[in-house]
């Protein structure tokens, strides 16, 4: 009885440490609506289907762990990329050292003032992509999001964005617990990048809600690090229309616990949804990748691959589905993930999956885990190369498909030189 009475428990506990926001009545019912959500379904333990490999105890406890601040003494991520600038500290917007929230082709508020207005296109958007992504699967901690989120970003995009919008996550308390709810609406043919980066808090719980109008496209680049006691929670919910275009990169290097959600609706014709990640471990570092990618319209496209980076018994995981519903013919969906043991000690786990009730689709999943190639460790060594350099041009080479699939040039150049320093780093 005692095992059974165990998640309420912890539940109640959750929810008694975090405050109800107020708001508007849209707002507000959606907030009660979520909370409804939260007890109904509890929140997760390892008895749950999609967390037998990830353990949530530090994620649903009342308080948040200790998480000691990390000063990496670098210029900050993107700093050479011309963006808008939108900080948060510990979960907390900081008007000081934002940009001013106006920028062509956007509409920029903060959640906290839409949710004030009695009408607002936020309504339509604030918790509805989170609750159709709690089907098939239970995804409790986006439900406590949206009950409880703080703070955030409500971004309209009705053209081509004039430049990325950098999101930047700062960590400065050592017990911070951090929950953020971002709303993007892309109008059809619209155009935006969200970059996002930065530690964020001791503990980070934090939602994306995506509309992507007919002929729309969304571009998201994000880095998560270095300050390596952190556990993070993330959901990004997408729904997509005719035409239409996501395209989503994750780079993680250090954390203790991270997981990343990415649950996505292809509902228009010729829609293309990308999802990927690279993930760089060391140690008492845990990551998950988890993406759920529903095809249910005609001639649609959708790509995950996932790479994955480990040592000294760091722990991977990917949980990756597709599902292709009846009637979403000429569907083609691609997934791929892989990681590179440095060691005997880590692990990967994986669990793809195909769910296919279409007869004319092309699908295919795979998943694989080895260590370093010795012969071409060896073909470098032999031309001169030492052992750890070579080690890390394979190791580069190993994750050059998932970083290929940033679109951006100069982005993609950023991150690789990221991994590069991050490889370096471990060696010395």
Not at 168 to 192: C, F, M, N, Q
Not at 375 to 404: I, K, M, N, Q
Request: hydrophobic share 40%; charged share 25%.
């Amino acid at each position: 009885m005692a095992a059974v009475q165990k998640k309420p428990e912890v539940t109640e506990a959750r929810l008694g440490a975090v405050s109800i926001p107020t708001g508007g009545a849209w707002a507000s019912a959606a907030r009660a609506d979520a909370l409804a959500r939260v007890r109904a379904m509890g929140l997760p333990d390892r008895r749950d289907e999609y967390w037998k490999f990830t353990r949530p105890d530090t994620l649903v406890q009342a308080e948040a762990p200790r998480a000691a601040l990390f000063d990496p003494n670098e210029a900050p991520m993107f700093d050479g990329v011309d963006r808008l600038r939108i900080v948060f500290v510990d979960g907390v917007f900081d008007a000081a050292q934002s940009d001013d929230l106006s920028l062509e082709g956007v509409s920029i508020e903060r959640l906290s003032d839409a949710a004030e207005a009695d009408i607002h296109w936020a309504k339509d958007l604030y918790g509805v992509l989170e609750t159709r992504g709690q089907d098939p699967v239970a995804r409790s901690l986006a439900a406590l999001n949206t009950a409880a989120a703080t703070d955030g970003i409500v971004i309209h995009v009705t053209g081509k964005a004039a430049k990325p919008i950098h999101l930047r996550y700062l960590h400065a308390d050592e017990t911070s617990d951090a929950i953020l709810h971002h709303l993007v609406k892309l109008e059809p043919g619209a155009d935006v990048t969200i970059l996002e980066s930065g530690p964020a808090a001791a503990r980070f719980n934090k939602c994306m809600e995506i509309d992507i109008a007919d002929g729309a496209a969304f571009h998201h680049v994000r880095t998560q690090g270095r300050d390596h006691k952190r556990r993070a929670v993330t959901h990004m919910f997408t729904r997509l229309g005719n035409e239409s275009a996501f395209k989503s990169f994750t780079m993680t290097a250090n954390g203790v616990l991270t997981r990343n959600e990415c649950i996505i609706e292809l509902t228009g014709d010729d829609a293309k949804a990308h999802v990927s990640g690279a993930a760089m471990g060391d140690g008492d570092f845990h990551h998950d990748d988890t993406v759920f990618i529903t095809h249910d319209a005609e001639r649609c496209e959708s790509r995950q691959v996932f790479k994955k980076v480990l040592r000294n018994g760091a722990t991977g995981v990917f949980q990756g589905k597709i599902l292709v519903k009846a009637g979403a013919q000429k569907t083609d969906g691609y997934q791929i993930s892989q990681s590179l043991l440095l060691d005997g000690d880590s692990q990967f786990l994986a669990k793809p999956e195909l769910e296919i009730y279409a007869d004319d689709v092309i699908c295919s999943h795979g998943s694989t885990s080895g260590a370093i190639d010795e012969e071409a460790l060896f073909y470098l060594r032999a031309r001169g190369v030492p052992e750890g350099p070579a080690t890390d041009l394979l190791t580069l080479s190993f994750l050059a498909e998932a970083v290929d699939e940033i679109e951006d040039d100069g982005l993609r150049e950023e991150v690789t030189g990221l991994l590069a320093g991050w490889l370096e780093r471990r060696r010395g």
